[in-house]
Structures are given as structure tokens and as C-alpha cells.
């Protein structure tokens, strides 16, 4: 039975469904600010795809998304196609990066 104004919505709890989010840049040169965005996205596991794909980053930046990598549970696909891993210190910190990240289903890269 509902009482005044009260509704059968307000009344029983609802479980909202969390909607993952997706990053996807191409060809850009990502700097501290978008390292930062991307980082904090993937630390807080909002997204499901990241993709940033051609983009420029210097290896410190690069580096911390790889170690916020280790801390997300959500993201399922991952682009770094285009030169983004073009140095075998990139590779290792990918690696590093993915060894506790169980979630990735898709990986595209590719080392030039």
C-alpha cells in the first residue's frame, strides 16, 4: 500500500548499474594534464576501453598509465597501436603493467 505521496520507486531500493566509460584519443600528444585524467579513470576503474592509439606520450607519462594499470579491475580492451610501444622499456612497463590486471579481454599494440 502507498502512503501520501509516496511512490512504489521510493520505496524500494534500487541498485543503480554502474556504466563504464571509454578513453579514446588518436594522434594526439598526451601531456601531464591528460596522463593525469587518464590515470585517475583508470585508478577509480571507470572506463572499459582506453584507446590511444598514434598518441605521443613521453615515457613518464606512459609509465603511469602502466602502473595505474596494475590497480584497475574494469577495463576489458586496450589500444596502443600506432608506435605508442616503440621502445622495449615500454614493453617491460606493459608487461609489468598487465601481470595483475586480469580484466584486459583485447590488447592491440604494436612495436615498431
Known sequence: MVKGNETQTQRRQINPIKMLGSVQISGEELGDIET???C???RQNSIRLLSIRGCKL???N???IMESLKENSSLSHLNLNL???DSKERVI???E???NNTGIETLF???L
Open 40 to 42: 585517475s579513470s583508470l
Open 109 to 111: 599494440q604494436q612495436v
Open 93 to 95: 612497463w606493459l608487461s
Open 58 to 60: 613521453h615515457d613518464k
Open 83 to 85: 608506435g605508442v610501444v
Open 97 to 99: 603493467g598487465l601481470k
Open 62 to 64: 606512459y609509465r603511469q
Open 36 to 38: 593525469n585524467d587518464i
